[in-house]
């Protein structure tokens, strides 16, 4: 994978997720080969690790919804001289650990399914039709399958609300 990811921690919580970057790369690796992508050397994904604070605040500011969600992303537009940067994903820990105990999945289970799901709406990837929530999903069971991730959607319908509560 050419790509390089860039990982801040923001939120002091996520340190009681062992290794989060490691983490976050592999699934980004997984989502990519899954997704057949191969990108330009250089080429750049940003991750915000941070809290439902921070979240609600991005969430407000972009979409108009003043509530914290698991995951967001923000494609974004290719810069003249800059390099290839697909965009940002932010992670909200208290949501996405409440989802998990919530959803009996493990913390790291559901951190790699949130990055993924963030990753491929950088890619183009969307869940607002049915049709779309099946070709998202599909990708996301892929990925998480080379992970050795129990497929989280066992059972349901694709839906195009996706992950977000």
Same mark, same amino acid.
Request: hydrophobic share 40%; charged share 25%.
């Given at each position: ?6 990982? +801040? ?22 989502? !990519? ?8 050397? +250089? ?15 991005? +969430?407000?500011?972009?979409?108009? *919804?003043?509530?914290?969600? +698991? ?10 001289? *800059? ?13 996405? *650990? ?7 999945? !493990? ?59």
């Amino acid at each position: 994978m050419s790509l390089s990811v860039e990982i +801040n921690i923001e939120a002091g919580a996520w340190d009681e997720l062992d290794d989060a970057t490691a983490l976050i790369e592999a699934a980004l690796a997984a989502a !990519s080969t899954t997704a057949r992508r191969r990108f330009a050397r +250089n080429t750049e994904v940003s991750v915000l690790l941070t809290d439902d604070a921070a979240v609600r605040s991005l +969430n407000h500011t972009w979409r108009a *919804q003043d509530k914290a969600t +698991n995951v967001l992303s923000f494609p974004a537009r290719p810069m003249a001289g *800059q390099p290839p940067h697909l965009g940002d994903i932010a992670l909200a820990y208290e949501t996405t *650990q409440r989802e998990a105990k919530s959803e009996g999945k !493990s913390l790291r289970d559901h951190v790699s399914h949130l990055a993924i799901h963030g990753f491929l709406h950088l890619l183009g990837y969307d869940h607002e039709t049915a049709s779309e929530a099946e070709t998202m999903e599909a990708l996301e069971r892929a990925a998480l399958a080379r992970l050795g991730i129990t497929d989280p959607y066992e059972g349901s319908e694709p839906t195009s609300k996706g992950l977000l509560p």
